[in-house]
């Protein structure tokens, strides 16, 4: 595309007021700005002694046997690639899907000197540095090898210097970890003055470094801002400094109130980012409250519609939620054993915080809820931790402890649950059939339809229209995921693409063409028409190259019917269903057959192609994995495409 084409189209999305300010910012990041606001510097200064207060710390998921793999020098990177180092890493060294693969050269220089992409997925550097370690150690009473860890960590990053200064959303990452070791570790017998000393120095100085160049953050529109805005506010509250504490306060708010939509949808439209989001709301909330610091009522209830956002997605068997939008391996607070693809401790900690109950059965999830120190708000059991259909059977017997109730776990509220059909003006339609109208039903289906009417921020995935299936706690139909912000071709380009959706392609374009890395351009809008009572959602659109899609989604009990409508492209069109791995899938004639669902495809204008590929998704970042793809490639004379999706048990 051509240059100034394509600083147009920037410039038409995104506006002149944040044209300008990344000009100004591109103008200051040439000469040595940032170098005089923000200067290298070496630790031993002296900072504002720790005033602010925390809440207790619970702990109820076992995270032993990780803490002592930490001892033995073993992490795990993304929640799921484990690599062996000595007891304290390099903390430069780069990493892809558990492997080595290099090294950030510049680690003496100015934050604002190093690249983001020169050394590969710059993530995988930074990774280490979040200090998600720090979880399983404190839970651990590890203190020894907790503050062991944060001095070798510092010796090697002083102020400003290096590769972990230059983000100011793993910076605020990191300032929570060390908060919860200072406040949890602060008494005990490992916890000398000097180790005190330089963990206050950290988090000051980390601080000072956001609040620096958090407008940059804030252009962002998505969790960096909402990150480094908690970061501020954390230090604000702990060595009781106004400014920050008022400045990371009223951003917090004004970022709820631009960035979560009044359905509780996220401006980045990922469901892993919109967890992110939530952890550091709230955090800062139970923070707030902790210090007698109150957050308003219109950002309490945008978390509130953001967690049931979330529950609206989740698959009450397994916790996994379609995998959406960018996934880049975040969990802000890894506090809990269970599978980082399952959202539950998110949403139960939202209800916990929020609405001072539960929203799902107690489990192993309330976890977080407890971490947070809003677990006492949750109806504990004789057995807390048991399964869903284990609480039921154990509610009528008498509790072991008379200090502990036993009740009913209750589903949740009703302004809780996904209704049969449920459209979020973030662009979602959720439909559930009937007998999975329940949070605690085993036998649970619910199909998620993409059906955004226009954008408000920008969109990373050409994902419009593309339809998620769940069944019995199987994906059936699902999102490739995103494997990496930084990798070879065609892995780059493919992930994001339409090719990696449940939707149509046309003549092997995307829905959207990209103008960066992170950017696409020519957003298109969208009609979308719901009808509740025959059961259907429409939604269609024109894209950048003329094509048309509609797609309408019909519920008939447990039977699904889409029906896509097609015209404008030239040569053909191919409409892709992503299939569960974990399924056997045959394709008959122009039925494709698993054991739990049936896909039967018809066209107004035979004859179309039909045939199972091999795709890929990612699942955990940095990993792709092979799946079968049902691909229909219709020609210039087709229309309509129909596939009907039984649930055949």
Partial sequence: MNKLIKYYQILKLLGPSWAFFRLKYAWQSRGDFWERKTPQGKWGDKVPFIKGRFWEVKWSSDLSDQAMDIKAGKYRLFFRHEISSALKPDWFAVYFAGKRIGEIPQKNVHWSRISDFSSGDIKGVWELSRFAWAYPLIQAKDSETFWSLVEDWAGGNPPNTGVHWKCGQEIAIRMFALTCGYFVFQDDRATTRERKDLCREIIFRSAVRIDANIQYALSQKNNHGVSEAAGLFTAGILFDHGPWRDKGKTLLESQARELIYDDGSFSQHSVNYHRLMLHVYLWTIQLGNANDVAFSKTMLDRVRKAGLWLLALCDPDTGRCPNLGANDGAQVFPVIASDYLDFRPTIQAVAAVIDK?????????????????????????????????????????????????????????????????????????????????????????????????????????????????????????????????????????????????????????????????????????????????????????????????????????????????????????????????????????????????????????????????????????????????????????????????????
């Avoid at 999830?365 to 869903?388: C, I, R």
């Avoid at 009703?414 to 439909?431: D, K, M, T, W």
């Avoid at 990373?460 to 706690?473: E, K, N, S």
């Avoid at 892709?576 to 669902?597: I, Y």
């Fill in 357 to 649: 109950e539960q929203w799902l059965p107690l489990g192993p999830w309330d976890a977080f809820a407890d971490f947070l120190g809003a677990g006492d708000t949750l109806v504990k059991t004789s057995k807390p931790h048991q399964s869903s259909k284990d609480v039921k059977e154990q509610t009528t017997s008498t509790p072991q402890d008379p200090g502990i109730k036993t009740q009913e776990p209750r589903p949740a509220p009703a302004s809780a649950r996904a209704p049969e059909i449920q459209y979020l003006s973030g662009g979602y339609a959720v439909f559930t059939p009937p007998s999975s109208t329940s949070t605690s039903d085993s036998d649970s289906t619910r199909l998620i339809f993409r059906c955004p009417t226009s954008f408000r921020h920008r969109p990373g995935h050409c994902d419009l229209l593309h339809v998620d299936l769940f069944h019995r706690g199987i994906n059936v139909l699902r999102d490739a995921g995103s494997f990496s912000y930084n990798c070879d071709q065609p892995w780059q380009s493919y992930f994001s693409s339409v090719a990696a959706h449940n939707t149509v392609q046309f003549d092997d374009h995307d829905q959207m063409p990209r103008l960066s890395r992170f950017l696409l351009g020519k957003w298109p809008e969208s009609k979308v028409i719901v009808d509740e009572t025959d059961g259907q959602v429409s939604a269609g659109f024109k894209d950048w190259e003329g094509c048309r899609h509609e797609r309408t989604i019909q519920i008939r009990g447990k039977r699904f019917i889409v029906m896509d409508n097609l015209s404008g492209f030239k040569k053909k069109a191919v409409l892709r269903w992503r299939l569960a791995p974990e399924l056997d899938w045959v394709l008959e004639g122009l039925t494709c057959k698993s054991k739990a669902v049936e896909l039967r495809i018809s066209a107004d204008n035979r004859p179309v192609s039909i045939k199972l590929v091999t795709g890929w998704e990612s699942l955990y970042y940095q990993e792709r994995t092979p799946l079968m793809v049902l691909e229909v490639e219709a020609g210039i004379d087709c229309r309509k495409l129909i596939t009907q999706i039984e649930i055949k048990d």
